[in-house]
């Protein structure tokens, strides 16, 4: 079978290559499931979900919901949007396509394969763009974000990292849970919307770059950052504050890079001390943060010091 036929449908949420800093030499690491059971397995197996990223067709109610949502944004990413949204609408198309009856096995499983990898591979494009970026900072390297492309991919990287997540999609969802019409409208069309929203964060991200404070964190203590399968949270201190599915305002964003480096990116200054010293104390607090908003797993490996 062509590599384009093969049907991917373990779709990672997480970076494979990102979890690699906290494996081990076997690509094998330590996690903790919410209900406190502790395991160990191999980087591909964990933080996935079957078909997560699966599209699927659209119709015109579909689309005018898109672009309805679209329509909040400034023009340039409106046109992003619509540029995203046709190119998809061009691999749906072949659904379309009148086929001899002699080749209907293989038009559903080329149909079943556009339809599982499309938005998958795309994912993986935007991992290959950070991929230069990921490799520097996770040996301490954080001047390569002085180029400005690298700072791009990363940023960009770290917009589509918080949106493409099953605990970003549980929490938008469980806010529309009330409007079933609304629900439905978004669950069916959360592959496109997510990959919409993390085009926007990841662009805001940079535009905001000169007036965010970003702060890159170099752990020297005993304790290792660990990380989870949500692993760029916001820890701003208004969140104590909000009511149940009440938007943010603020963020001060952690992405935890390894076992020994971090990045943040914060509106407020109440985490400008780290950029110097990281005592143990932050550690554990920021330890905790990735462990109370994690989805189902947190991982670590306490051996693994970069």
């Known amino acids: 079978m062509e590599k384009f036929m093969q049907i991917k449908k373990n779709h ?6 990102y979890l690699k800093s906290w494996a081990d030499e076997n690509k094998e690491l330590f996690y903790i499931s919410k209900k406190g059971k502790i395991s160990k397995d191999n980087i591909k197996g964990l933080a996935k979900d079957t078909s997560f990223y699966k599209i699927h067709s659209l119709n015109n109610e579909d689309i ?24 998809f609408q061009k691999l749906l198309f072949i659904e379309n396509f009148p086929i001899n009856p002699k080749y209907s096995k293989e038009y559903s499983l080329l149909v079943e394969a556009i339809k599982s990898n499309s938005l998958e591979n ?13 490799s520097e900072l996770v040996q301490g390297n954080s001047m390569i974000l002085k180029d400005k492309k690298c700072l791009i991919n990363f940023l960009y990287y770290i917009g589509h990292q918080i949106t493409r997540t099953k605990a970003f999609k549980d929490k938008c969802l469980a806010a529309l849970k009330d409007d079933g019409r609304l629900f439905n409208l978004w669950e069916k069309n959360w592959w496109f919307v997510s990959y919409m929203l993390g085009i926007n964060l990841g662009h805001s991200l940079y535009q905001n770059n000169t007036i965010d404070t970003h702060i890159f964190i ?26 149940e599915n009440e938007s943010p305002q603020f963020m001060d964003l952690y992405f935890p890079l390894s076992p020994k480096y971090a ?44």
């Open 12 to 17: 990672h949420y997480v970076w494979a290559y």
């Open 64 to 87: 005018n919901f898109i672009k309805q949502l679209s329509a909040i944004s400034p023009k340039f990413l409106r046109d992003i949007h619509n540029s995203q949204l046709k190119f």
């Open 122 to 134: 795309t994912y993986t494009i935007v991992e290959r763009l950070a991929l230069e970026v990921i």
């Open 218 to 243: 170099e752990n020297n203590t005993n304790i290792p950052f660990i990380t989870s399968d949500s692993p760029a949270v916001n820890i701003h201190s208004s969140l104590e504050k909000l009511k």
């Open 263 to 306: 990045y943040m990116i914060c509106d407020s200054n109440d985490y400008e001390n780290l950029k110097d010293f990281v005592s143990e104390k932050d550690v554990v607090s920021l330890n905790e943060r990735i462990y109370t908003k994690s989805h189902k797993t947190v991982f670590s490996n306490p051996r693994r010091r970069l």
